[in-house]
C-alpha cells in the first residue's frame, strides 16, 4: 500500500522522469512540487492548484484536467449510508462555490455529475477526452478526507425537542456534529438573519399589532415546529381579498421571521402559479417549517387543482411514484403550517375554472379568513399609527422585511428547545401544550359543530405558539395578545365556514333554484289538476308540481321536481355528482332502484298522477314540501305520504 501524501509537499521521488531537457518541461514540474497532491489507488496522481486540478498518470507530463476544485469533507446520512462528498470549486468568474455529490452518482452517471458542476461554473478542459470526466470523478471519490458530516434530506426536527435545522442554523444539542442539508434543492427555504432581533421587534414586531391578520401570520410561522407536539396534522390558512389590501404584507410579516422578505425570490417565491409537484416539493423542504403561498387567483392558477392540492398539503403526503425500474419510489411528505393569499376563495377559483364545487374537507384542510376585518380603507389592518395611512404602514413591512429578518425565529427556537429541556423534556412540553390548546377551545369554540372545532384547534396552536414567543420575549406584546389575535381570525374563518350540512343543503337547494328561475323549461302542475306545457322547451328540463294552485299568475314554490336528464344536469352546475350526494344524503331524492338515482316506474311506462302522465326521471322533493292542498292532490298516487318509504328514500317532512 502507497503512503499517504504529505498535506501541502511533493516529493522530488515522486514526480515523473523527466523525458526531456527542456526548461519548459522543468518550469511545469517545479509548478506541480508547489501543489497539494493526492495518489490514487490506481496510482494516478493528482495536484491541486490554486487555479486548476492536474493529474499525472504513470510517466507521462502532467495534464490539466479542469479549473480548480477540491474536496473538503464526506457526509452520511443518520442510518450511516448514503455517502456523499462535499466539493469546493471555483467558478468561471472565479468565485467559490460548494456542491454536494453522491458517492453512487460518481460511480453510475459521473458524466451527469460533471455536468452538474460545469452548470454551476466548473471547467473542465478534457471533458469526453482521454478519459478527463473519469479523471475528475476518480480525485472526488478517492481524495483523503479529515472531515466528517451528517446529511439531512429535510430541515426541521432532527431529533424532537433537541436538535432543529433550517438552511444556515443546527439549534439545540447538535453533539459537535456538522450537518449538511443535501435533499431537493427546487422551492427549498431561503432562510438567513439580517440586523437583530430588537430591529425586528422595534419595526415588524410592533407594526404588526396593528392587524390582526399581519399578527397571525407572525405566530403561525412560529406555530409551525410546535406540530409534532401535538395529534394535529398539516393545515393552513387562506387570507382572501380584493387586490392591493394588504394580503400580501400578511405573508411578508410571516416570511420576515425566518428570512427576507424578497419580492422575486426567497421566500415570497412561493406561488399556487406554481405547479402540483412544484408545491409538493416546497412542502416536503418546509416540514416543521412555515410554508407561505402567494397570488391564488392571479393567472387563473389553470395548471393547479386547488382542492387536490389542498388535500396533499393538509394531509402531509405527496403523490405515490413509479420508478424507472418499476420499483416504488417512497412517498414524500411533511408535516406543516401554511398560509396562502388570494384574491378568490378556493371554492370562487373552482367555479371560476368551471370544475366541481369544492369539498367541505378541502376547506377545512385551508381556513378561509376574510384579509379586511374592518374596512377597505384601512385594508388588512383594524388601525394605523399617527400621521401615517394603511399604505405607508403596509410599506414598512416590505421596507423592514428586506433588513430585519431571521432573528425572531432563530430566537424562538433556540429558547423554545430551552423550555423543553426546563420542564423536563418532550413529554412534559406535550402535555403544556395540549392543556393550553383545550382551554384555548373551550373558551373561543365551545358551542360550535365537531367540524369546526377540529378547525379551532389549528387556531388555538397558533395562539398557544405566540404566547410562548411573549413569554421567551421574542414577540413584544403584552400577555394575551396574540390569543385576542388568533379569535379574531377564527371568528372570520367560522363566518364564512360552510359545515358539511349546510353545505349540502345548499346544494339541494340550488336545484329548486333552477326551477325558480327557469319555469319556461318545465311542464307545470297544480294541485287543482290543470298542467301547463313548457313555454320554452328548448331544452325540456322536466317537469313541476307546485305546492299551490296558480294565483295571479305566480306559482309557488315547487313541491316535487320530476328532472330529465338534461335538466338535471343544468339544474346541478357543473357539480352534478356533489349534488345529487346531496340530494341523497338530505333525503330530497326519491328513487325505487336500488344503486341508481332515478325513478323509473315498470316498463316504460310514464309516471301516473290521477290523469296526468309525466315522464320518468329524477324525482326531488324538498323536505316540507307537503302543503295541505297538495297532500290532497297527491293521496293515493306513488308521492302520497303514505307511499313514499316504499317507493324509495325516506322523506322530512314539516
Not at 460511480?107 to 473542465?124: E, F, H, I, M
Not at 458530516?149 to 433537541?162: A, I, P, R, Y
Not at 414524500?332 to 384574491?343: I, P, Q, T, V, Y
Not at 369546526?452 to 397558533?462: N, P, S
Amino acid at each position: 500500500m502507497k503512503p499517504k501524501a504529505e498535506a501541502n509537499n511533493v516529493s522530488a521521488d515522486i514526480l515523473p522522469p523527466d523525458p526531456l531537457d527542456g526548461v519548459a518541461h522543468q518550469a511545469e514540474v517545479e509548478n506541480v512540487r508547489s501543489r497539494n497532491k493526492h495518489e490514487a489507488p490506481s496510482g494516478n496522481v493528482f495536484f491541486v492548484g490554486a487555479d486548476d486540478l492536474q493529474v499525472v498518470i504513470g510517466d507521462k507530463s502532467p495534464i490539466k484536467l479542469c479549473s480548480y476544485i477540491d474536496v473538503e469533507a464526506e457526509g452520511y446520512d443518520r442510518h450511516g449510508g448514503g455517502r456523499c462528498r462535499l466539493v469546493r470549486f471555483a467558478d468561471t468568474f472565479g468565485k467559490i462555490r460548494k456542491a454536494t455529490v453522491m458517492m453512487s452518482e460518481l460511480v453510475k452517471n459521473q458524466n451527469s455529475v460533471l455536468a452538474t458542476l460545469a452548470d454551476q461554473g466548473l471547467s473542465l478542459y478534457r471533458a469526453n477526452a482521454q478519459g478527463g470526466n473519469a479523471h475528475v470523478a476518480e480525485f472526488i471519490r478517492t481524495r483523503e478526507v479529515e472531515r466528517y458530516f451528517q446529511t439531512v434530506d429535510s430541515f426541521g426536527w432532527f431529533e424532537l425537542g433537541k436538535k432543529f435545522i433550517i438552511p444556515n442554523a443546527t439549534f439545540g444539542d447538535a453533539d459537535g456534529q456538522e450537518m449538511i442539508y443535501n435533499g431537493e434543492t427546487e422551492q427549498a427555504p431561503q432562510y438567513s438573519q439580517g440586523g437583530t432581533l430588537k430591529q425586528w421587534q422595534d419595526t415588524i414586531g410592533t407594526n404588526a399589532k396593528h392587524s390582526s391578520r399581519v399578527a397571525f401570520a407572525v405566530c403561525m410561522a412560529m406555530a409551525s415546529p410546535l406540530l409534532r407536539f401535538t395529534s394535529e396534522g398539516s393545515g393552513g390558512f387562506h387570507l382572501v381579498g380584493k387586490s392591493s389590501m394588504g394580503k400580501s404584507t400578511a405573508l411578508r410579516a410571516g416570511v420576515s421571521v425566518w428570512g427576507q422578505v424578497l419580492e422575486d425570490s426567497g421566500e415570497m417565491k412561493v406561488s399556487w402559479n406554481a405547479t402540483g409537484n412544484g408545491l409538493e416539493l416546497a412542502a416536503k423542504s418546509h416540514t416543521d417549517l412555515p410554508l407561505f403561498i402567494d397570488e391564488l387567483g392571479q393567472g387563473e392558477n389553470a395548471k393547479v387543482d386547488f382542492e387536490q392540492v389542498i388535500y396533499m398539503l393538509g394531509n402531509g403526503v405527496g403523490k405515490r411514484r413509479m420508478a424507472k425500474d418499476t420499483k416504488g419510489v417512497a412517498l414524500a411528505n411533511w408535516r406543516l403550517l401554511f398560509m396562502s393569499a388570494g384574491e378568490y376563495t378556493a371554492a370562487q377559483m373552482m367555479e371560476r375554472l368551471r370544475r366541481r364545487d369544492i369539498a367541505t374537507g378541502a376547506e377545512i384542510r385551508m381556513a378561509t379568513i376574510d384579509a379586511i376585518p374592518v374596512s377597505e380603507e384601512l385594508g388588512v389592518f383594524e388601525s394605523v399609527p399617527r400621521g401615517m395611512d394603511s399604505k405607508e404602514l403596509a410599506d414598512t413591512f416590505a421596507e423592514f422585511g428586506a433588513r430585519f429578518y431571521g432573528t425572531a425565529g432563530v430566537a424562538f427556537m433556540e429558547r423554545f428547545i430551552a423550555d423543553v429541556a426546563r420542564r423536563g423534556g418532550v413529554e412534559a412540553m406535550r402535555e403544556l401544550i395540549a392543556k393550553r390548546l383545550k382551554e384555548w377551545v373551550e373558551v373561543h369554540a365551545r358551542h360550535y359543530c365537531g367540524q369546526i372545532q377540529r378547525v379551532a384547534k389549528r387556531f388555538a396552536l397558533v395562539a398557544v405558539a405566540g404566547e410562548l414567543a411573549t413569554e421567551y420575549g421574542v414577540l413584544p406584546w403584552a400577555t394575551g395578545e396574540a390569543s385576542n389575535f388568533a379569535d379574531a381570525c377564527f371568528r372570520s374563518f367560522v363566518e364564512n365556514f360552510e359545515t358539511s350540512e349546510q353545505k349540502e343543503l345548499r346544494l339541494c337547494q340550488g336545484v329548486i333554484d333552477y326551477v325558480i328561475a327557469y319555469p319556461e323549461n318545465f311542464t307545470s302542475v297544480y294541485p287543482d289538476g290543470k298542467v301547463y306545457p313548457a313555454a320554452n322547451p328548448r331544452p325540456l328540463c322536466g317537469s313541476v308540481i307546485y305546492g299551490a294552485t296558480l294565483s295571479g299568475d305566480v306559482p309557488s314554490d315547487p313541491a316535487v321536481v320530476i328532472f330529465l336528464g338534461r335538466g338535471m344536469t343544468l339544474a346541478c352546475g357543473g357539480a352534478q355528482r356533489e349534488t345529487i350526494a346531496a340530494l341523497m344524503s338530505q333525503k330530497w331524492l326519491v328513487t325505487n332502484q336500488k344503486g341508481k338515482y332515478q325513478y323509473k316506474p315498470r316498463g316504460k311506462q310514464p309516471i301516473k298522477i290521477g290523469e296526468i302522465s309525466l315522464p320518468a326521471g329524477y324525482v326531488v322533493i324538498p323536505a316540507g314540501a307537503y302543503s295541505p292542498e297538495l297532500k290532497k292532490f297527491l293521496e293515493n298516487t306513488i308521492f302520497s305520504e303514505s307511499r313514499r318509504s316504499k317507493v324509495g328514500l325516506g322523506q322530512k317532512t314539516a
